[in-house]
């Protein structure tokens, strides 16, 4: 009776030749490349620490992060991993520091802003205070020489290089800003990071303290100027010195720039009595007077908005920019805390933080729906929850802990 002959060439010989052997070993990797991958608790508990903290576990430390995921736990094995000093000396000061420059250069020093953040991760503070704490951290007496500056960032540098355990609440220890020597801030004028040293020379030097809102809708909210943009709002808080094209019927109407100025010039009214003092090299905050540059080509448009005080307005609660989620209590105010406070009670607040993390923990932007629904998932346990960072890093390392 005939018999089938096989059709591989390997396998029509009683005996595989090593070129076959080879070939056959070859198939058999790329066939298993394709199956699913299951990562086993340890696997998964040791990608967990690598993401969260950037080195691998200890031994023991990777036995109980893989019981808490046996125990189908697998948030308490991330907050396991987060009790390593290098998750913020290295994970959070990674992922705040182009938050504190324009240039948003990752390797810029510890400063009294990136500091601030990592304390309030730290020691589990609702995050909203972000943008409107009288709070910044600073090193414990005499863990460095240099005491902190309003004119210098020594403290901290002394700080990163003497690799002080910032994971330590008697190393790195919170502070009012309004009680600093020297400090010219109220309790009330205090705004967390936005009025620290480090946010000052980076967004108050020079300009119109517009690009402090800049920057800030950008770290906090996720979203640029152009972005921003809608033209249906009232042009009536827009400064003097944003140029306009007449219209007719005595109606004035303003250029392609209004989109941006008509929402953006009335927030930033917040930031009316705050300058950066390039000889002094600090902040310098002049309550019930606003600064020149609020002021400069009032001749570009008399009829403009000329800046009294420190109020804003938020124009894009309406419009286009509803849909960022304003969930405070009003549309108005006086100075940068309660500006903070606007911001930070958006929807769009957690969802930027949560995406911001996101990014930092997967080692990659959101690519699927599945990504996109644990996002919103992870933001509303932020919402509910006190609004822990850590809480955000936990639900992003589960969700990718099977990259």
Request: proline letters at 5%; aromatic letters at 8%; a negative charge.
């Amino acid at each position: 009776m005939p018999t089938h002959s096989p059709s591989h060439p390997c396998l029509r010989e009683r005996f595989a030749w090593p070129g076959c052997l080879v070939a056959l070993i070859a198939a058999l990797v790329v066939i298993a490349a394709a199956l699913p991958a299951a990562a086993g608790s340890r696997e998964q508990a040791r990608r967990i620490h690598d993401r969260l903290v950037g080195v691998p576990p200890s031994e023991a430390v990777l036995t109980l992060m893989a019981g808490h995921i046996d125990a189908g736990n697998p948030e308490l094995a991330a907050q396991e991993a987060m009790r390593h000093p290098l998750f913020y000396s290295s994970t959070i000061k990674n992922l705040v520091t182009p938050w504190t420059n324009e240039a948003q250069n990752v390797f810029a020093p510890l400063n009294d802003y990136s500091a601030t953040v990592i304390g309030l991760v730290r020691d589990d503070r609702p995050f909203d205070e972000v943008l409107s704490a009288d709070v910044v951290y600073v090193g414990a007496p005499g863990v460095v020489e240099t005491a902190y500056s309003h004119t210098d960032n020594e403290h901290y540098e002394e700080l990163e290089d003497s690799r002080a355990d910032l994971s330590d609440p008697a190393v790195l220890v919170p502070v009012q800003q309004s009680s600093l020597p020297g400090s010219q801030l109220g309790a009330g004028d205090a705004a967390g990071v936005l009025t620290t040293r480090a946010a000052g020379e980076a967004f108050f030097q020079a300009g119109t303290n517009r690009r402090m809102f800049r920057f800030t809708s950008m770290n906090y909210l996720c979203r640029d100027l152009e972005e921003l943009k809608d033209t249906t709002r009232p042009t009536d808080r827009i400064r003097q010195d944003v140029s306009r094209a007449p219209g007719g019927d005595s109606s004035i109407f303003l250029n392609q720039c209004s989109g941006c100025h008509s929402g953006m010039d009335p927030l930033a009214g917040a930031f009316a009595y705050y300058e950066w003092d390039a000889e002094l090299e600090r902040v310098v905050y002049t309550r019930g007077e606003v600064q020149n540059k609020y002021l400069i080509n009032d001749n570009t448009f008399p009829l403009g908005f000329a800046t009294a005080d420190d109020s804003w307005v938020n124009y894009w609660r309406n419009g286009a920019n509803a849909a960022i989620g304003w969930q405070g209590s009003g549309s108005s105010g006086n100075g940068a805390k309660s500006l903070g406070e606007e911001l930070s009670e958006t929807r769009a607040f957690s969802v930027c933080k949560v995406e911001q993390v996101f990014e930092a923990v997967c080692l990659r932007p959101p690519t699927s729906q599945a990504d996109r629904d644990a996002i919103e998932s992870i933001a509303d346990g932020f919402e509910t929850s006190g609004k822990n960072l850590k809480d955000v890093f936990a639900g992003a390392a589960v969700h990718c802990m099977g990259d």
